[in-house]
């Protein structure tokens, strides 16, 4: 697998690679201070930056393995948040549905404890 370093956004949320699963880098982060929003909740933010980081590590992963450069910017992002993130490790794992040489379209998902069970 390509080595991966996350930018610092991530790092400063205390994103990190968890694995990688069929090529595809799954992210984590650990419930803390920094991604607290309500007491025993992430906030919608810290949740929107992993699935904003899960893409993009998606994205990058594949042009790295295609051998292309890419300055990466989100052109939109929408959030459907479907639970509340408790206080325990969330994960998200993004898929490429398109990759064109200008533009990609990305589906990310974040998980707790069930990848069948989406929180966003």
């Given at each position: 697998?390509?080595?991966?370093?996350?930018?610092?956004?991530?790092?400063?949320?205390?994103?990190r690679?968890?694995?990688?699963?069929?090529?595809v880098?799954?992210?984590?982060?650990?419930?803390?201070?920094?991604?607290?929003?309500?007491?025993?909740?992430?906030?919608?933010?810290?949740?929107?930056?992993?699935?904003?980081?899960?893409?993009?590590?998606?994205?990058?992963?594949?042009?790295?393995?295609?051998?292309?450069?890419?300055?990466?910017?989100?052109?939109?992002?929408?959030?459907?948040?479907?639970?509340?993130?408790?206080?325990?490790?969330?994960?998200?794992?993004?898929?490429?549905?398109?990759?064109?040489?200008?533009?990609?379209?990305i589906?990310?998902?974040?998980?707790?404890?069930?990848?069948?069970?989406?929180?966003?």
């Open positions: 697998m390509p080595e991966l370093e996350l930018p610092a956004y991530a790092r400063a949320l205390g994103i690679v968890h694995e990688f699963e069929d090529g880098p799954v992210l984590t982060v650990d419930f803390g201070p920094s991604v607290e929003g309500r007491p025993g909740h992430y906030h919608g933010g810290a949740t929107a930056g992993l699935l904003e980081n899960a893409g993009y590590a998606a994205l990058r992963t594949r042009l790295i393995e295609e051998g292309r450069e890419a300055q990466l910017k989100p052109v939109n992002i929408t959030v459907q948040y479907l639970s509340a993130g408790k206080s325990q490790p969330s994960f998200a794992k993004g898929r490429i549905t398109r990759l064109g040489r200008r533009n990609a379209n589906t990310v998902e974040a998980w707790q404890k069930d990848q069948d069970r989406p929180i966003a």
